[in-house]
């Protein structure tokens, strides 16, 4: 199993201790993020990325993404502009990708208008990727609210727009349980987001990212499963721990709790 951290899950801690946990843990990589403006926690704790880059690889670690453009399919000149400074950010610190999150508010939710936002969104952006020498990765979000909550649908468009060869799609155990399961897509997937939700008592409208703890054997999602048929699929990429409750981000043992997660994790899987 290839485990990475994603920096949502530890935002309060700085961002060389969280490097640090993410080795100790025995991951391969770290997903870092520039949306914790509400923590005041500015991208790589607002150091160069090119010296940011240095201290991820010295650590024996991979940026394995950079999040993230938020609406990328709410397409304008001040998204333009976001997907190329990401773009520029991701090359200075040697990221693998880059992270495309759909708009998520209950607008541009409608059959017809949804695919045309993601038509052009995708086309404008896939010769910025190719310059760049690039992938980008996009969430499908799979909350009623989303205006991209299909996989399928994902696939489908970057097939007819011939643009494959760039975007590669985020498989998420909690959105994929939320847009009530559906095929998945290994050979497509750039990376699998986990993440458990406990309290079982919570109906899947009910859920939401406050609800994303560590996976243990109360979990709701079926994430072993998810995880199992992966890796039957051949999967050979990353499972990235994206926790955002707010339990799992303030707790004061992160490497005894994610490091139990894991063990527990792939003590069923090999099973």
Excluded at 167 to 177: A, G, N, R, S
């Amino acid at each position: 199993m290839k485990k990475v951290l994603n920096q949502i899950t530890v935002p309060h801690l700085s961002f060389e201790a969280f490097l640090d946990l993410a080795a100790q843990l025995g991951c391969i990589g770290v997903e870092a993020r520039n949306d914790m403006d509400a923590l005041d926690r500015p991208l790589f704790d607002d150091m160069d990325p090119a010296t940011a880059g240095e201290m991820i690889r010295a650590k024996g670690l991979r940026l394995v993404g950079l999040s993230q453009v938020y609406p990328f399919n709410d397409w304008n000149d001040d998204r333009r502009a976001e997907v190329a400074k990401l773009v520029e950010t991701a090359k200075a610190v040697q990221a693998e990708t880059i992270s495309l999150i759909p708009r998520n508010d209950g607008v541009g939710i409608a059959n017809g208008e949804r695919q045309a936002n993601l038509r052009i969104a995708l086309k404008e952006i896939y010769p910025m990727l190719v310059e760049a020498d690039m992938i980008a990765l996009v969430e499908p979000l799979g909350f009623g609210r989303s205006s991209l909550r299909s996989k399928a649908e994902l696939i489908e468009t970057l097939d007819a727009l011939g643009v494959a060869d760039r975007y590669k799609l985020v498989h998420d155990t909690f959105h994929h349980t939320l847009a009530e399961g559906g095929a998945i897509y290994p050979a497509q997937t750039g990376i699998v987001h986990i993440s458990g939700v406990s309290d079982p008592s919570l109906t899947i409208d009910d859920m939401d990212d406050a609800h994303r703890v560590l996976i243990d054997e109360n979990d709701q999602l079926g994430n072993i499963e998810q995880m199992q048929a992966f890796i039957d699929a051949g999967y050979e990429g990353a499972f990235s721990y994206e926790c955002f409750a707010p339990e799992t981000q303030q707790l004061r043992n992160h490497a005894e709790e994610i490091g139990k997660s894991f063990d527990y994790i792939e003590a069923q899987l090999n099973a």
